[in-house]
Nanobody
Framework: QVQLVESGGGLVQPGGSLRLSCVAS????????MAWYRQAPGKERELVAS???????NYADSVKGRFTISRDNAENTVYLQMNSLKPEDTAVYFC????????????????WGQGTQVTVSS
């Protein structure tokens, strides 16, 4: 019903930058929340950054000042600009969105992408 496809991951040296993209497709009538999570080996999935309808942004303390989340509403796309990357940023990054696909009353269900690997290493 709703597919989230991430792209932009890869291998980068410490101090480098990457830009992740996530496109939501399918029967999407409205999205009120989009976010990036990450999961490192042996660790729980954690929220990296989120953007709520209306522009409210939230960041994990570990990425504040280095990562920027943004959204293109017309394209149902969310981005994560990652600068000054550190080895501890290495993880699989997942896109998450709350989307309404129809029906009344409106109900927003949570959808996940498959993830994209980010590796920060020299």
């Amino acid at each position: 019903q709703v597919q989230l496809v991430e792209s932009g991951g890869g291998l980068v040296q410490p101090g480098g930058s990457l830009r992740l993209s996530c496109v939501a497709s399918g029967r999407v009538l409205s999205i009120n929340f989009m976010a990036w999570y990450r999961q490192a080996p042996g660790k729980e999935r954690e929220l990296v950054a989120s953007i709520i309808d209306g522009g409210v942004l939230n960041y994990a303390d570990s990425v504040k000042g280095r990562f920027t989340i943004s959204r293109d509403n017309a394209e149902n796309t969310v981005y994560l600009q990652m600068n000054s990357l550190k080895p501890e940023d290495t993880a699989v990054y997942f896109c998450n969105a709350d989307a309404w696909i129809g029906g009344w009353p409106r109900r927003f269900d949570s959808y996940w992408g498959q993830g994209t690997q980010v590796t920060v290493s020299s």
